[in-house]
C-alpha cells in the first residue's frame, strides 16, 4: 500500500512538472522545470531499483544537461512567443498515440511480475554466471563493462561523434560575430 | 478480485503513457526549437522509465551482491539488463540533446530567430527572391 502512495504522488509530480513545461513561456523557467524533472525520474527509479540509472539520471538529467540548456539561452533568447496555430490538431495526434500505445500495453504482464517473459530469458543467466565469472558485486557494472561491453563501446563511439559534430558547428562563432558587421558594411558600400 | 489487480499491474504503464504524450504534445505542438528539445528529453525520460518498470519484481532488491560474495538463494534481485540498456540510453541521450542545441545556436545566427514558423517565413522570402534573380537572368518571368 506504501508502495503505491509514493508511486502515486511521484507519478502527481511528475506529470504536473510536464504540464507545468508545457505552459510555461519563459525559457529560463522551463529549464530549471527540466532539472525537477529529472531529479523526480531519479526518485522513481530508486523505488524501481535501478539505483545506478537514478544516479546517472540526476547527474546528467539535473547537472549536464541543464548546464547545456543554459548556456544555450544566454547564445539565444529567453522567451518563447505566444503560439500561432490553435491546439487542436497536435492534441488529436497525441490521443490517437497515446491510445495506440494503451491499447499495446493491455496484454503485458502486470507489473512486477516475476514470470514475466522479461526476466526469464538471459538475465536470468547473466545472474548466475556472474559471480563466477566476474567477481564483482555490482550486477550492473559487469553487465555494461563485460557482457555488454560491446554496446558501450558502441555508445563511447556515438558521444565521440556528438562531441566532434558540437564542436563542428560551434567552432569559430566568435571569430564570425567579429567578421559579420564588416562584411555587411561592404555589402552596401 | 481479478479486475483490481490487473488496473493495478497496468496503472503505471498508463501512467507513463500519459507522461509520454506530454512530451509529445510539446514536439508537435510548440514552435520554439528549446522547447522542442524539452520536450523529446521529457518523451525519452518516460520512455526510459518505462523500460526500466518492466525489470522490476515484486519484493525484489536492487541488484548489488553482498561484498562477501555470499549470495543468500533466497533474496530476488530485480533484472539489471534493462538499467544497463538505459544507461547507455541516457548518455546517447545528452550526447544527442547537445548536438541539438549546438544546431539551435546556429540557426539563431543565421535566422535571427529559433521560432519554427518565422525561420519558415525567411526561407519561403529567400527562395522567392532566387526564383526572381533567376528569371530576371533568364530574360523574363520565370
Do not use: C
Not at chain 1, 553487465?143 to 560491446?150: D, E, F, P, Q
Not at chain 1, 559534430?165 to 555589402?187: A, F, H, Q, W, Y
Not at chain 2, 525567411?122 to 527562395?127: A, C, D, P, R, Y
Request: proline residues 4%; negative net charge; without cysteine.
Amino acid at each position: 500500500m506504501l508502495d503505491l502512495f509514493i508511486d502515486l504522488s511521484l507519478f502527481t509530480m511528475l506529470v504536473a512538472t510536464g504540464f507545468a513545461i508545457v505552459k510555461m513561456r519563459r525559457l529560463f523557467g522551463v529549464t530549471m522545470m527540466t532539472g525537477v524533472f529529472s531529479l523526480l525520474s531519479a526518485m522513481l527509479l530508486v523505488t524501481l531499483d535501478a539505483v545506478d540509472v537514478a544516479f546517472t539520471e540526476a547527474a546528467v538529467g539535473a547537472g549536464i544537461s541543464t548546464v547545456l540548456m543554459l548556456s544555450t539561452l544566454t547564445l539565444t533568447s529567453r522567451i518563447e512567443k505566444s503560439p500561432v496555430h490553435t491546439p487542436w490538431i497536435p492534441l488529436l495526434v497525441v490521443a490517437v498515440t497515446g491510445a495506440v500505445i494503451i491499447y499495446g500495453t493491455l496484454d503485458m504482464p502486470n507489473f512486477g511480475d516475476a514470470n514475466a517473459p522479461a526476466q526469464v530469458g538471459v538475465a536470468a543467466q547473466y545472474m548466475e554466471r556472474g559471480p563466477e565469472d566476474m567477481d564483482l558485486p555490482n550486477t550492473v557494472t559487469y553487465i555494461l563493462a563485460s557482457y555488454r561491453g560491446y554496446d558501450t563501446m558502441g555508445e563511447t563511439s556515438v558521444v565521440f561523434t556528438a562531441g566532434v559534430g558540437v564542436l563542428m558547428l560551434i567552432s569559430g562563432l566568435r571569430r564570425r560575430r567579429r567578421r559579420k558587421p564588416s562584411r555587411d558594411e561592404g555589402e552596401v558600400s | 478480485m481479478p479486475e483490481i489487480e490487473y488496473i493495478l499491474g497496468h496503472l503505471n504503464y498508463w501512467l507513463f503513457t500519459v507522461l509520454m504524450m506530454t512530451g509529445l504534445y510539446i514536439v508537435v505542438a510548440k514552435g520554439n526549437l528549446i522547447k522542442k528539445i524539452v520536450g523529446l528529453n521529457l518523451f525519452q525520460s518516460a520512455v526510459f522509465m518505462f523500460y526500466i518498470s518492466l525489470g522490476k519484481i515484486t519484493g525484489g532488491t536492487a541488484p548489488i551482491f553482498p561484498l562477501d560474495m555470499r549470495i543468500d538463494p533466497a533474496t530476488v534481485y530485480t533484472n539489471p539488463l534493462p538499467h544497463v540498456l538505459i544507461l547507455t540510453g541516457i548518455v546517447v541521450g545528452i550526447a544527442t540533446t547537445s548536438l541539438g542545441l549546438a544546431l539551435i545556436v546556429r540557426i539563431r545566427e543565421e535566422y535571427n530567430t529559433i521560432e519554427e514558423d518565422e525561420i519558415l517565413g525567411i526561407e519561403k522570402e529567400l527562395v522567392a527572391q532566387e526564383n526572381r534573380t533567376l528569371g530576371d537572368a533568364m530574360g523574363g518571368r520565370a
